[in-house]
């Protein structure tokens, strides 16, 4: 039986795919345009996930108007499908590393410069160009691992992972166990840990506020970090105005266990989860509002409404 979204996700498979057979012929500013074209076709004329994005911007930001919100929404949608395509041309065959790194800018690198010779837990998420940050990353020489969800389309899922590693990047998806992982850590490694995707109870996931609305959160990034004794580095990206993807990598944070190992791992994993949604309220339209993020229909944490605080707007 065809599913309704594979009626949607089957034609947009066959066009990434003309996409990347081209993409060794584009350069980077025509991958952008192209991908843009392709967002804002996906906002006017796609219904898929357009609703999940619409819903949860007017959630997270109450004072916005249903203009400004669909304008933002198409502008996600714009920005995610130019991340896919610009993705495709920094991994097409022949692509150099001085190309690739002159579209990506790191700040803050030296902070990773400092936590090497340990290793270190790179606190992730779906800002920006994450997947293009990820391969700047190891054309600078880090030893990176990234652990990955896999995504629920079967064929673009092995396009996508594909590319990734057609681009030297390694990917332990999520069916990969602890041992496994254990193994990608250590002096002059770095793994990369998505933390911003939902996690229920029976994955590991805690409830913790994210964009002031309560949200299941994977703990795996504090976990692992409190078990190997090893620092986190917040990563997030953006796009600048020029087209260049700005990668933001944070100074190291030590894992602290004053209390409990658990009190350790919820203070971290609620602190990842905080210094995100300041990120993502500065840069709206650098986030992947796709997800179904929340546990139902996002609502204000707890601690918002007893502190009478409302979701930040901007």
């Given at each position: ?80 499908a ?25 700040e ?39 652990l ?7 064929p ?25 992982v ?49 620092p ?23 894992p ?9 791992i ?11 949604s ?32 409302k979701?930040?707007?901007?």
């Open positions: 039986m065809v599913k309704p979204a594979d009626l949607v996700l089957g034609p947009a498979f066959a066009g990434l795919g003309a996409i990347g057979a081209l993409s060794s012929e584009m350069d980077h500013d025509q991958a952008t345009a192209c991908g843009r074209l392709l967002g804002r076709i996906w906002y006017h004329a796609l219904p898929l996930r357009r609703s999940t994005v619409e819903k949860a911007l007017s959630t997270v930001f109450p004072r916005r108007s249903p203009h400004d919100i669909r304008h933002l929404t198409c502008r996600i949608l714009m920005n995610t130019a991340n896919v395509t610009t993705f495709l041309w920094a991994t097409a065959p022949g692509r150099t590393a001085e190309e690739i790194l002159r579209v990506v800018r790191f803050g690198f030296s902070n990773w410069l400092d936590v090497r010779h340990r290793g270190a837990i790179l606190a992730c998420s779906h800002t920006g160009n994450w997947d293009l940050a990820a391969l700047a990353a190891k054309v600078r020489g880090v030893r990176l691992a990234v990955s969800r896999n995504l629920s389309h079967g673009t899922d092995r396009m996508w992972n594909r590319s990734r590693r057609a681009g030297g990047l390694r990917i332990l998806d999520g069916s990969t166990d602890l041992a496994t254990a193994e990608h850590l250590g002096p002059g490694r770095a793994l990369a840990v998505m933390t911003d995707q939902r996690t229920g109870p029976g994955q590991g996931g805690i409830l913790v506020p994210f964009l002031s609305c309560p949200a299941w959160t994977s703990t795996l990034c504090a976990a692992l970090a409190l078990r190997h004794h090893l986190v580095l917040e990563v997030t990206a953006r796009t600048g105005k020029g087209g260049e993807v700005i990668v933001e990598v944070s100074p190291a944070m030590e602290r266990q004053d209390g409990s190992a658990f009190e350790a919820r203070a971290m994993t609620a602190r990842l989860s905080s210094d995100l300041t990120f993502i309220l500065r840069h709206p339209d650098s986030w992947l509002w796709l997800h179904r993020r929340w546990a139902d229909e996002p609502r204000p944490s707890e601690n918002s409404r007893r502190t009478g605080a979701p930040h707007d901007h």
